[in-house]
């Protein structure tokens, strides 16, 4: 993959809104979780990498204080005043944004830097994105790192990567109105080729872990199933206040403070459900570990049973899979994937499964053929690898 016409295309809405050139290019991935699924907001660990899809901003500044936002998303431009983002922003819980919901992004970015005292002359911004939307593959997290990463050099902000990330989390929070956790900003700010991102998400302290999947003779699979998914409504926000009755009901802050032997306490004190939504969480978390301490001493091969695993739990604990996930995790398992599992937020988008080089087309094709069979809309399928987080591209 090559971020060239993604750059042309935005480069090119760039110049089609403003006559001009743009002052420069700046762009953002995203995101592949390899294991660590809804412990980023329970302050626990996760093991995600950026993925070579990117989102691409075009940005000039202006001569006065207006902010207009134009992209592949949407045919009509979005113009306001900076004025006017601290009356927009931050949106109510559970309203819809004031603009549509593509420039609440971009938008969002901006008021999260004023918020946190950045200044600065008024904006044109471009985008161009080939990151798939609704795949669970955190484009709405590549366009708040395109955009941060853009305003942070333009304004002078001089926010480090983790601070960017914070600023894209804010804005997908409170302006957009999702309640989500940090994984997708950090991954998208701070992927490296070849590497995974080790994040434990109540410190922020990240550590770079090699997956070696192109040299154990590996790839990653993504099979997008097209179940669309939106984190703002429903039950991402359910299962969020189930983890936080959980914390509670332990007496701790947060479910990264339970440990898999606490589970025994943990099922005598609480109702069915809110267990299982715990006993994720908080098996979750060791598998993390234990895929970390797996990759470095015997490398990606050695995984896929963990991969397996976190699949069963999310699909019967915290009951957050699709049909078309199952069939596609459990057609790559039958086909001789060594781990397979659904990755992102889950109730649709994307499974991954860890496969031979050698077997890419016949696990794909035995995924399109069991989505067929299943009267399943088809699935898009791609490999990938970790790629480079958010820079500046020219
Ligand atoms: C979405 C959210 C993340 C994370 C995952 C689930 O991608 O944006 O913060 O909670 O779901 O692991």
Same mark, same amino acid.
């Given at each position: 993959?090559?971020?060239?016409? =993604? @750059? &042309?295309? !935005?480069?090119?809405?760039? #110049?089609?809104?403003?006559?001009? *050139? $743009?002052?420069? /290019?700046?762009?953002?991935?995203?995101?592949?979780?390899?294991?660590?699924?809804?412990?980023?907001?329970?302050?626990?660990?996760?093991?995600?990498?950026?993925?070579?899809?990117?989102?691409?901003?075009?940005?000039? =500044? @202006? &001569?006065? !204080?207006?902010?207009?936002? #134009?992209?592949?998303?949407?045919? *009509? $431009?979005?113009? /306001?005043?900076?004025?006017?983002?601290?009356?927009?922003?931050?949106?109510?819980?559970?309203?819809?944004?004031?603009?549509?919901?593509?420039?609440?992004?971009?938008?969002?970015?901006?008021?999260?830097?004023?918020?946190?005292?950045?200044?600065?002359?008024?904006?044109?911004?471009?985008?161009?994105?080939?990151? $798939?939307?609704?795949?669970?593959?955190?484009?709405?997290?590549?366009?708040?790192?395109?955009?941060?990463?853009?305003?942070?050099?333009?304004?002078?902000?001089?926010?480090?990567?983790?601070?960017?990330?914070?600023?894209?989390?804010?804005?997908?929070?409170?302006?957009?109105?999702?309640?989500?956790?940090?994984?997708?900003?950090?991954?998208?700010?701070?992927?490296?080729?070849?590497?995974?991102?080790?994040?434990?998400?109540?410190?922020?302290?990240?550590?770079?872990?090699?997956?070696?999947?192109?040299?154990?003779?590996?790839?990653?699979?993504?099979?997008?199933?097209?179940?669309?998914?939106?984190?703002?409504?429903?039950?991402?926000?359910?299962?969020?206040?189930?983890?936080?009755?959980?914390?509670?009901?332990?007496?701790?802050?947060?479910?990264?403070?339970?440990?898999?032997?606490?589970?025994?306490?943990?099922?005598?004190?609480?109702?069915?459900?809110?267990?299982?939504?715990?006993?994720?969480?908080?098996?979750?978390?060791?598998?993390?570990?234990?895929?970390?301490?797996?990759?470095?001493?015997?490398?990606?091969?050695?995984?896929?049973?963990?991969?397996?695993?976190?699949?069963?739990?999310?699909?019967?604990?915290?009951?957050?899979?699709?049909?078309?996930?199952?069939?596609?995790?459990?057609?790559?398992?039958?086909?001789?994937?060594?781990?397979?599992?659904?990755?992102?937020?889950?109730?649709?988008?994307?499974?991954?499964?860890?496969?031979?080089?050698?077997?890419?087309?016949?696990?794909?094709?035995?995924?399109?053929?069991?989505?067929?069979?299943?009267?399943?809309?088809?699935?898009?399928?791609?490999?990938?690898?970790?790629?480079?987080?958010?820079?500046?591209?020219?």
């Amino acid at each position: 993959m090559t971020i060239a016409p =993604t @750059r &042309d295309t !935005a480069t090119a809405l760039f #110049t089609a809104l403003t006559g001009a *050139e $743009p002052a420069g /290019v700046w762009s953002a991935p995203g995101r592949v979780n390899l294991i660590g699924e809804h412990t980023d907001y329970n302050d626990g660990f996760v093991l995600p990498f950026a993925i070579p899809h990117r989102t691409v901003a075009a940005v000039g =500044t @202006r &001569d006065d !204080a207006r902010i207009r936002v #134009t992209s592949t998303f949407a045919d *009509e $431009p979005v113009e /306001v005043s900076l004025d006017e983002l601290g009356e927009l922003f931050p949106t109510p819980s559970g309203a819809t944004p004031a603009v549509p919901e593509w420039a609440a992004y971009p938008l969002g970015v901006a008021w999260a830097l004023l918020e946190a005292g950045a200044s600065g002359s008024g904006l044109d911004i471009a985008l161009a994105s080939d990151v $798939p939307v609704g795949a669970g593959l955190s484009s709405s997290a590549a366009i708040e790192g395109a955009t941060a990463s853009a305003l942070n050099d333009l304004w002078n902000a001089g926010l480090d990567r983790t601070a960017l990330a914070r600023i894209g989390r804010r804005a997908e929070n409170e302006a957009v109105g999702a309640p989500t956790g940090i994984m997708d900003q950090m991954a998208s700010m701070l992927g490296e080729p070849d590497a995974a991102i080790f994040l434990d998400c109540r410190s922020l302290e990240a550590q770079l872990v090699p997956v070696g999947i192109a040299e154990a003779g590996l790839a990653i699979l993504v099979m997008d199933t097209r179940v669309m998914h939106a984190h703002s409504t429903g039950g991402y926000g359910e299962r969020r206040a189930a983890c936080e009755r959980g914390a509670s009901i332990m007496g701790v802050p947060s479910l990264r403070d339970v440990s898999v032997d606490d589970l025994v306490r943990a099922e005598e004190l609480m109702d069915d459900v809110t267990f299982r939504r715990v006993r994720h969480v908080v098996t979750e978390n060791q598998r993390v570990l234990d895929t970390v301490a797996i990759l470095r001493e015997k490398g990606a091969r050695a995984i896929g049973d963990l991969l397996v695993a976190s699949h069963a739990s999310m699909r019967d604990d915290f009951e957050i899979s699709v049909p078309e996930l199952d069939t596609a995790v459990e057609t790559a398992l039958a086909s001789g994937a060594l781990g397979a599992r659904m990755t992102g937020g889950g109730f649709g988008g994307a499974a991954i499964a860890l496969i031979e080089q050698a077997a890419v087309q016949q696990v794909s094709d035995a995924v399109t053929a069991a989505f067929a069979d299943a009267g399943f809309a088809a699935p898009v399928i791609f490999t990938v690898t970790p790629a480079a987080g958010a820079h500046r591209d020219a």
